[in-house]
């Protein structure tokens, strides 16, 4: 166990986690790009990265953060949206980083972003097991259906239906890198 770049690293053969200035926790594991995964019914968007699964993790400076995820982690900025949210990827995975206040009595510094084949009927099997639902399915003009939901133990889900291949500068984002 060291230090890398002010973080606290330990390898685990291909896998390696770290700690980031912030607190944020991070497993890498370094991965051949593949075949798509096995959501058959979804659409491809420009707009959003291609992970199934994707983590949102707020930081005070989107723009440093960013810098310093990619220089400590050797992940790649795919997308910018304005100086307050940037998409980030790594291999097939992805990393949102958006805007916001961090440490104790601040929101919540991290959610989870899921992308879905229906987002209506995930939200209806959600609300029947009783998760807190924060926000309905509804349609965004980057080609996104979505709602948030909250679990037992407070955590923030964000599951997103593509329901459209929207370029993102119609919406104000910059593409930076292309989809591999």
Do not use: K
């Amino acid at each position: 166990m060291g230090t890398w770049a002010g973080s606290e690293r330990r390898d685990y053969g291909s896998f390696a986690d770290f700690s980031d200035p912030d607190g944020n926790s991070w497993v890498l594991q370094e991965v051949r790009r593949g075949e798509p995964g096995s959501m058959t019914g979804t659409i491809a968007n420009r707009s959003v990265p291609g992970a199934t699964v994707t983590p949102v993790l707020a930081y005070v400076d989107v723009g440093e953060a960013a810098d310093w995820l990619c220089n400590a982690f050797g992940l790649t900025v795919r997308l910018l949206i304005g100086d307050h949210r940037a998409q980030l990827v790594y291999g097939d995975g992805a990393v949102i980083v958006t805007q916001g206040n961090t440490g104790p009595g601040h929101a919540a510094t991290h959610s989870v972003h899921v992308r879905v084949e229906d987002a209506a009927a995930h939200h209806e099997q959600a609300a029947a097991a009783g998760a807190t639902i924060l926000n309905p399915p509804t349609d965004y003009p980057y080609g996104e259906r979505q709602y948030t939901a909250e679990d037992p133990g407070g955590h923030r889900w964000t599951f997103s239906q593509s329901i459209a291949d929207v370029d993102p500068a119609s919406w104000g984002g910059e593409l930076v890198a292309e989809p591999q």
